[in-house]
Protein backbone atom coordinates (compact mmCIF):
# COMPACT_ATOMS: atom_id res chain seq x y z
CA UNK A 1 0.00 0.00 0.00
CA UNK A 2 1.76 3.46 -0.67
CA UNK A 3 0.84 6.43 1.37
CA UNK A 4 0.72 9.66 -0.33
CA UNK A 5 1.23 12.29 1.83
CA UNK A 6 3.32 13.82 4.32
CA UNK A 7 1.17 14.45 7.39
CA UNK A 8 -1.51 12.34 9.03
CA UNK A 9 -5.26 13.32 7.91
CA UNK A 10 -8.24 12.20 9.50
CA UNK A 11 -10.15 11.82 6.76
CA UNK A 12 -9.75 11.83 3.08
CA UNK A 13 -5.84 10.29 3.09
CA UNK A 14 -4.97 9.42 -0.24
CA UNK A 15 -3.80 5.55 -0.27
CA UNK A 16 -3.24 3.28 -3.43
CA UNK A 17 -2.58 -0.75 -3.27
CA UNK A 18 0.07 -2.15 -4.82
CA UNK A 19 1.50 -5.40 -5.87
CA UNK A 20 3.92 -7.05 -8.41
CA UNK A 21 2.19 -8.44 -11.56
CA UNK A 22 4.03 -9.57 -14.60
CA UNK A 23 1.73 -7.64 -17.15
CA UNK A 24 -1.38 -5.77 -17.30
CA UNK A 25 -3.63 -3.88 -18.78
CA UNK A 26 -6.33 -0.71 -17.33
CA UNK A 27 -9.60 -1.93 -16.87
CA UNK A 28 -12.75 -0.26 -15.24
CA UNK A 29 -11.54 1.23 -12.04
CA UNK A 30 -8.05 -0.69 -11.82
CA UNK A 31 -5.18 1.22 -13.76
CA UNK A 32 -1.62 -0.53 -14.20
CA UNK A 33 1.38 1.60 -13.13
CA UNK A 34 4.95 0.46 -13.30
CA UNK A 35 6.51 2.08 -10.50
CA UNK A 36 9.94 3.79 -10.88
CA UNK A 37 12.91 1.33 -8.80
CA UNK A 38 13.89 2.87 -5.03
CA UNK A 39 14.37 2.61 -1.53
CA UNK A 40 11.17 1.24 0.40
CA UNK A 41 9.91 0.50 3.93
CA UNK A 42 7.96 -2.74 4.63
CA UNK A 43 6.14 -2.94 7.63
CA UNK A 44 3.77 -6.03 9.16
CA UNK A 45 1.88 -5.63 12.19
CA UNK A 46 1.99 -8.66 14.40
CA UNK A 47 -0.71 -7.03 16.32
CA UNK A 48 -3.76 -7.91 13.31
CA UNK A 49 -1.69 -10.98 12.98
CA UNK A 50 -2.50 -12.35 16.69
CA UNK A 51 -5.91 -13.99 16.27
CA UNK A 52 -4.61 -16.14 13.43
CA UNK A 53 -1.54 -18.09 15.68
CA UNK A 54 -4.41 -19.88 17.76
CA UNK A 55 -5.07 -21.70 14.37
Known amino acids: MLHHGSEYKEDDANFEVCMPIRK ?9 RELAEGPCI ?7 ADPYRAL
Open 42 to 48: SLIDLHL
Open 24 to 32: GENTGNIEV
